[in-house]
């Protein structure tokens, strides 16, 4: 059991020190064990969040006249993304491979929508690309979760999952230039670290604890718009990186016996910059 703990620890140690940080919202479930060696379940789970996202990266502009390219320049910039929302399905394998650890893998759909705002160099937002709505994209992910000590009717425990989403691409507009005509697409890895306890109950679990919560992933965003005057036609081509600093949040959730094999959970979790719920429901074989 203790070289077990030490191996998640070291995991946990070597996921907060490689990864780029910040906040999104899958549900997490009970941070322990929730498997003998073994077992095995199926699970489906439904997310909603909202989250403020920034990214940094260039923009390369093309100006043409009668389509001849006339010249070229690069710029960097940043975007502003206030209460990104996001819908996420999935369904999950868990296995139990020790009796106090077990390990799961996800795979789903997720989408996303918002408005984009461009900011300037002293902080004041420029453009607002409007309308992304990022239909439900391809996702995937996988994590772990291990019971350390148990006490009586609670039970101490962390778990760590890592999740990718990538909603489909979406047409965006700039209001003050109608002439604008655009295209946004956006992928981001997650990593959620939790540890805390889970009190049994007749019929129930509570559990809950602090977390972190990071996020890495890219943004980029390509149009053109045909200005007035003697140039005809100006391109844009925009590559941004999901950048974000480190995230503390808590989460709360309870999780019912429906029989002996099968469960329902739901849960709440915050952060300063993001918030979301989760349900979900198993069924052990």
């Not at 907060?16 to 489906?44: F, K, N, W």
């Not at 772990?144 to 039970?155: H, K, L, P, S, V």
């Not at 999901?242 to 959970?265: K, T």
Request: aromatic share 12%.
């Amino acid at each position: 059991m203790e070289k077990r703990v030490a191996l998640l620890a070291l995991v946990l140690m070597v996921i907060g020190v490689c990864s780029p940080v910040a906040i999104a919202i899958p549900p997490m479930g009970p941070p322990r064990a929730s498997l003998h060696e073994g077992q095995s379940a199926l699970g489906l789970e439904y997310g909603y969040s909202e989250m403020d996202l920034q990214t940094f990266g260039s923009v390369i502009e093309k100006q043409f006249i009668s389509g001849v390219l006339q010249t070229t320049a690069t710029s960097y910039t940043s975007f502003e993304i206030k209460d990104l929302q996001s819908n996420m399905f999935w369904g999950r394998l868990d296995v139990g491979t020790w009796e106090n650890w077990d390990m799961f893998v996800r795979i789903g759909l997720s989408d996303a929508q918002d408005d984009i705002s461009s900011v300037n160099a002293d902080g004041s937002l420029s453009d607002q690309y409007k309308d992304y709505k990022g239909d439900n994209g391809f996702g995937w992910g996988f994590g772990t979760r291990a019971t350390f000590y148990q006490e009586g009717d609670t039970t101490w425990g962390g778990l760590i999952q890592v999740t990718w989403s990538n909603p489909d691409s979406s047409d965006v507009i700039i209001e003050s230039e109608p002439s604008f005509t655009g295209e946004v697409e956006m992928d981001y890895w997650e990593v959620q670290i939790a540890i805390g306890p889970t009190v049994e109950l007749d019929n129930c679990r509570l559990y809950g604890g602090p977390f972190l919560h990071f996020i890495n992933g890219d943004l980029n965003l390509n149009g053109s718009y045909d200005p007035t005057g003697v140039i005809d036609l100006i391109t844009q081509d925009t590559s941004h990186e999901i950048r974000e600093e480190s995230q503390v949040g808590g989460y709360a959730g309870a999780q019912w016996y429906l029989n002996e094999n099968s469960s329902l959970f739901t849960e709440l979790q915050f952060t300063s910059d993001a918030w979301g719920f989760g349900i979900g429901t198993t069924w052990k074989f």
